[in-house]
Nanobody, 125 residues
């Protein structure tokens, strides 16, 4: 059974940084994509970034481009989302998701096969 565990959320002041981690277990495929999503209270879950393991294609939402960086450490079965210059509007529960095969673009929720529980990021002004 594939399981994802997201961690690294917390409270940070505006302008600060956080690193989110998403560790996967129970899977053995080497062609996959990881997506990061976030959901603020009262809003729809939105895609933030995606990365594909074999194509190495990376995508970012316009709202985070230049501030967030996504990466994969295959040896650790872990994906990371480095978030810099955080803004209060980045406050949300962040989720990671996994799918077999590459993804082109940020992707929508339905394209991902597995989801982790979210980790809360709160950015104070």
């Amino acid at each position: 059974e594939v399981q994802l565990q997201a961690s690294g959320g917390g409270l940070v002041q505006a302008g600060g940084s956080l690193r989110l981690s998403c560790t996967a277990s129970g899977f053995s495929f080497d062609d996959y994509a990881v997506g990061w999503f976030r959901q603020a209270p009262g809003t729809e879950r939105e895609a933030v970034s995606s990365i594909s393991s074999k194509t190495a294609k990376i995508y970012y939402a316009e709202s985070v481009k230049g501030r967030f960086t996504v990466s994969i450490d295959n040896a650790k079965n872990t994906a990371y989302l480095y978030m810099n210059t955080l803004k209060p509007e980045d406050t949300a529960v962040y989720y990671c998701a996994l799918r077999r095969g590459p993804i082109y673009g940020l992707g929508v929720r339905g394209l991902y096969d597995y989801w982790g529980r979210g980790t809360l990021v709160t950015v104070s002004s």
